[in-house]
């Protein structure tokens, strides 16, 4: 069968023909649909995870397929991937013919395309986990939302709205504005920093890190929140102490791999809303055998939604 492999760090990963999976106790043999490539998938192919499978590997995180072999699901059934290890202790999704441990498939509803059952697991989550869990958002209150127009900010602020807060997206210009869904009101990032926009939000969900949260702090109302969801913009920030202090906010990092119980737990509700529509999920496909343009493509400032593999041709 044919995977993407890498075989040094930061290297492009590279088409191979590998040995096909034999059925074994414990393990889904899945007929690749869709994969998805991650931030996280990105993170350990460029070494600054804290662990990767031996090399050469096969990367990613998430994927969606067909069931050919299982002791656990009958041949045939549809089903989603995550998990146990997958992409970081051992090899991952990128490749036609998936071997997961058991413990890593579930059964994907008729109703969901399988790019979006590849896609959705990491975004959806992150963005409820996120407001339920972590912020804990109320009715009415006043949020703040970097990076709307990624998969993640995207998902938060859809789930938001739905939720009864006044929701504030922060955007680049006003293209970035008209993409936000009824209901959300842009303010231009650039304005962050600015005296009329102090205390003026009650909770910050901030899914790029560097500068824009660094300005987006002195935003939030003494007393309020500030979840850390992700650091494309950048790994760090320089914090002036005694303001920070005085601004009494709480900055609240997402670890999902810690809270992933509560991630799966919304995962039915998550599915039926992407199934009656109450929710979208910007997808973009790639074959298989582009998945270094893929790596690249997720690493471009202001991309939209996720980036999924399917088989290539």
Same mark, same amino acid.
């Given at each position: 069968m044919r995977a993407m492999r890498v075989h040094a760090l930061r290297e492009a990963p590279r088409l191979d023909e590998i040995?096909?999976? *034999?059925? %074994?106790? $414990?393990?889904?043999?899945?007929?690749?649909?869709?994969?998805?490539? @991650?931030?996280?998938? *990105?993170?350990?192919?460029? $070494?600054? #995870? &804290?662990?990767h499978p031996p090399l050469p590997y096969i990367p990613g995180l998430e994927a969606a397929g067909i069931v050919r072999s299982s002791e656990r699901f009958a041949a045939g059934q549809r089903v989603w991937l995550r998990g146990r290890g997958l992409g970081i202790r051992n090899? @991952?999704?990128?490749?036609?013919?998936i071997d997961a441990p058991d413990e890593a498939v579930e059964k994907l509803p008729d109703g969901i395309a399988m790019t979006l059952g590849s896609a959705f697991f990491s975004p959806c989550t992150s963005a409820w986990v996120? !407001?339920?869990?972590?912020?804990?958002?109320?009715q009415g209150e006043r949020l703040l939302v970097t990076g709307a127009s990624g998969a993640v900010g995207s998902i938060t602020v859809q789930l938001a709205l739905a939720m009864g807060a006044r929701v504030h997206a922060a955007v680049r210009d006003a293209a970035q504005a008209q993409q936000l869904p009824a209901g959300a009101d842009p303010v231009l990032a650039d304005h962050l920093g600015g005296a009329n926009l102090a205390g003026a939000f009650d909770v910050l969900i901030d899914t790029v890190g560097g500068s824009l949260l660094a300005a987006a702090l002195p935003c939030i109302a003494a007393g309020g *929140?500030?979840? &850390?969801?992700?650091?494309?913009? @950048?790994? %760090?920030?320089? !914090?002036?102490?005694?303001? #920070? &202090?005085?601004?009494d906010v709480a900055l609240l990092p997402l670890n999902m791999m810690r809270r992933e119980a509560a991630g799966r737990a919304a995962v039915p509700e998550? !599915?039926?809303? !992407?199934?009656?529509?109450?929710?979208?999920?910007?997808?973009?496909? #790639?074959?298989?055998?582009?998945?270094? %343009? %893929?790596? $690249?493509w997720i690493a471009q400032r202001g991309h939209r939604g996720r980036a999924v593999l399917v088989p290539s041709a």
């Open positions: 040995d096909t999976p *034999r059925p %074994a106790p $414990g393990r889904t043999i899945v007929e690749m649909q869709a994969a998805t490539v @991650g931030h996280i998938d *990105r993170t350990v192919w460029s $070494g600054a #995870f &804290l662990q090899n @991952g999704t990128w490749c036609e013919l996120a !407001l339920h869990d972590v912020a804990r958002l109320q *929140r500030a979840v &850390l969801v992700g650091y494309t913009a @950048g790994q %760090a920030i320089s !914090l002036d102490l005694p303001t #920070f &202090l005085q601004h998550l !599915l039926q809303r !992407l199934v009656d529509g109450r929710l979208r999920l910007d997808v973009t496909t #790639f074959p298989l055998h582009q998945a270094g %343009a %893929a790596l $690249g």
